[in-house]
């Protein structure tokens, strides 16, 4: 494998691997590291991408790495250790097997990882009857009974109860500890959520099938389909180490509408630094990051020509 590159896409997801495509199209030298840890590993199916709807994740991954391979884009399965900047003012990534690799440019698309409760039962049902979001999985579910396990996201959770109305009739929020209140309770009664307080102690399946949810009395909610909201966690160790600039609010990483963050030549997208970016959403923003970085290597490839000829 070569060192040098034009541009390092970390990640290998729907941002990561629609840049490469763009970018390789554009004659840049393009490596993808990628660790081969989808966030979407666990669904079974993709939606709401035209053209793609219903497509399994494994499958769109594949294809995708075939289109970037097929413009002359190279991978290398592995995890970015550390980042830093050269003083030439490239780019060096360790990776884990210690060998080192140096662009002029690199985009960041290592999305985000899902803190889930500790209920048991959760992660063995994620992404089969467990799910996040209604958008990606409420139709595949039409009519089901659903649960909404309240927790750290309350007003993601509170929209979901309400969102879910318009997939099933037989809606159930508990709080599990979430404050919720009266006002708001209220409402989510008034289009046809029940509401039941308790803590959820664990959820009742067998054999892939997901029956209720257990309380701390003992007694059990009945649903065939659970929502939850978990804590998204962005994947930013990459551009922290390269000293790109945070929200003070938010926490994530700041960047413009093209992807840029302050750190000059280096770019963002996806999941990493949009958690509600879906996976149409993030491939879009992956072009967007592209085209912006072809343009940051055509001026710098101007800047040093003419320099050049002027010595």
């Given at each position: 494998?070569?060192?040098?590159?034009?541009?390092?896409?970390?990640?290998?997801?729907?941002?990561?691997?629609?840049?490469?495509?763009?970018?390789?199209?554009?004659?840049?030298?393009?490596?993808?590291?990628?660790?081969?840890?989808?966030?979407?590993?666990?669904?079974?199916?993709?939606?709401?991408?035209?053209?793609?709807?219903?497509?399994a994740p494994s499958?769109?991954?594949?294809?995708?790495?075939?289109?970037v391979a097929r413009?002359?884009?190279?991978?290398?399965?592995?995890?970015?250790?550390?980042?830093?900047?050269?003083?030439?003012?490239?780019?060096?990534?360790?990776?884990?097997?210690?060998?080192?690799?140096?662009?002029?440019?690199?985009?960041?698309?290592?999305?985000?990882?899902?803190?889930?409760?500790?209920?048991?039962?959760?992660?063995?049902?994620?992404?089969?009857?467990?799910?996040?979001?209604?958008?990606?999985?409420?139709?595949?579910?039409?009519?089901?009974?659903?649960?909404?396990?309240?927790?750290?996201?309350?007003?993601?959770?509170?929209?979901?109860?309400?969102?879910?109305?318009?997939?099933?009739?037989?809606?159930?929020?508990?709080?599990?500890?979430?404050?919720?209140?009266?006002?708001?309770?209220?409402?989510?009664?008034?289009?046809?959520?029940?509401?039941?307080?308790?803590?959820?102690?664990?959820?009742?399946?067998?054999?892939?099938?997901?029956?209720?949810?257990?309380?701390?009395?003992?007694?059990?909610?009945?649903?065939?389909?659970?929502?939850?909201?978990?804590?998204?966690?962005?994947?930013?160790?990459?551009?922290?180490?390269l000293g790109c600039?945070?929200?003070?609010?938010?926490?994530?990483?700041?960047?413009?509408?093209?992807?840029?963050?302050?750190?000059?030549?280096?770019?963002?997208?996806?999941?990493?630094?949009?958690?509600?970016?879906?996976?149409?959403?993030?491939?879009?923003?992956?072009?967007?990051?592209?085209?912006?970085?072809?343009?940051?290597?055509?001026?710098?490839?101007?800047?040093?020509?003419?320099?050049?000829?002027?010595?």
């Amino acid at each position: 494998m070569e060192n040098h590159w034009d541009v390092v896409i970390v990640g290998a997801g729907a941002a990561g691997l629609t840049a490469g495509i763009v970018l390789t199209r554009a004659q840049a030298d393009v490596l993808v590291i990628d660790d081969g840890r989808p966030r979407n590993a666990a669904a079974a199916h993709m939606h709401g991408f035209v053209s793609r709807d219903g497509v399994a994740p494994s499958e769109f991954l594949a294809t995708g790495r075939e289109e970037v391979a097929r413009y002359g884009g190279e991978f290398t399965r592995a995890r970015v250790v550390d980042a830093t900047r050269v003083p030439d003012g490239r780019f060096a990534f360790t990776l884990a097997d210690g060998t080192v690799v140096q662009s002029r440019a690199v985009l960041v698309a290592t999305g985000l990882t899902d803190e889930l409760p500790e209920i048991p039962g959760v992660r063995e049902l994620w992404g089969s009857r467990v799910h996040h979001c209604p958008h990606c999985h409420g139709y595949e579910v039409l009519g089901d009974e659903m649960l909404v396990i309240g927790g750290a996201m309350p007003a993601v959770s509170l929209h979901h109860a309400a969102l879910l109305r318009r997939y099933s009739d037989r809606v159930t929020l508990c709080p599990n500890g979430m404050a919720i209140t009266d006002t708001e309770a209220a409402r989510l009664r008034a289009v046809g959520v029940r509401i039941v307080d308790g803590t959820i102690t664990r959820l009742v399946h067998d054999k892939g099938s997901l029956t209720g949810a257990q309380l701390a009395d003992g007694s059990v909610i009945r649903c065939e389909t659970a929502f939850i909201a978990p804590r998204p966690s962005p994947n930013d160790t990459v551009l922290r180490a390269l000293g790109c600039e945070t929200d003070a609010t938010t926490g994530l990483v700041v960047t413009t509408p093209g992807g840029a963050t302050g750190v000059p030549g280096v770019w963002a997208a996806g999941n990493v630094v949009n958690p509600r970016a879906q996976v149409i959403t993030a491939a879009g923003e992956g072009s967007a990051a592209a085209i912006a970085m072809t343009a940051w290597l055509v001026e710098n490839d101007l800047t040093a020509a003419f320099e050049g000829a002027g010595r």
